[in-house]
């Protein structure tokens, strides 16, 4: 088989065990080998892995011809993710748009940090929709209808808490209205979802999710709905919240878009890190995007052009900067 339609075979292999749900793909440990490119991506179960799987294989050919190999580090997601790239423990790192902001600009979870100087944005991969996943029998329709229910909103130090945070403050909530659970007993959140452990759990996430899926599987789980006027309050006050739209038919069981909050997954690395091996990862993926976008809707939520430009509040690495201006996208 020739190289590109080796490549080609792994591109699909990996899309398809990702469009499935299994997402323990790619390396599975932290490597400090010198001569390994490390990406730190997210928990097994979600998106950020086997994306991170698939950004390693299509680069996996370029870069062992620089004498390289692609390692994908599991981790807690955005947050651990940054403060991992900022130690050097990594080369690479997916996170969220308003995070990867909070990082420049030494917020939120950083406050207690300085601005991260050398962060560099390489480019956004896909949309990532704030959601929320409601038990059938709770008449959990709209966000508002969270209040005096119990919901799932994770540690203290996790994404998904603040974004539950941004959205009770621009609802105007006092931090009350919710019954707060931080922890379950069920192998996993649908499972927990479904023994009645809460009411509703929220995740920051791309669609199709294998968690929601399973939720909805199990137990007809549905996906709630936040209202437009705040989309758009969030939006004039912070451009990397979008209007986002989980299509109708992505799950079974839900026919209907739900309309919702979104964010951008992005993909960063450090200035520290040679132009050469990013550009080489860079060119791997965008060479190869048509393909991805053939088996998942996940890679369609963002054109070319949005995707050198949404979400990337670090200036762009020099090595991903050099394939935009070859191909004309910068």
Known sequence: MSSAGSKCAIVMLLAATLIAGFANIGGAEESEDPGSVTIASGRVGGLYHPVGGIICKLAAESLAEQGLSCTVDISGGSIPNIKDLRKRNVDLAMVQSDLQQDAVDGTGPFEDEDSFENLRSMFALYVEHFTVVARDDRDI???????????????????????MDVLAEAHGWTGEEVIA?????????????????????????????????????LCDARLVKVSGPIIEKLNRENPFYVGSVIP???YKSIPRDVRTLGVVATLVTSAKVPPDVIYQITKAYFENLEIL??????????????????GLAAPIHEGALKYFSEVGLK
């Open 141 to 163: 329709e709209t966000f508002e209808d969270l209040k005096g229910k119990r919901v799932y909103v994770g540690g203290t130090a996790s994404s998904r808490r603040d974004a």
């Open 181 to 217: 659970v931080s922890e379950f007993e069920a192998a996993n959140l649908a499972e927990a979802l479904c023994d009645g452990e809460f009411d509703a759990f929220v995740y920051t996430i791309g669609h199709p999710n294998p968690m929601v899926r399973e939720a909805t599987a």
């Open 248 to 250: 109708g038919g992505t």
């Open 293 to 310: 976008q053939d088996l998942s809707p996940l890679f369609l939520s963002l054109t070319r052009e949005e995707m050198v430009e949404a």
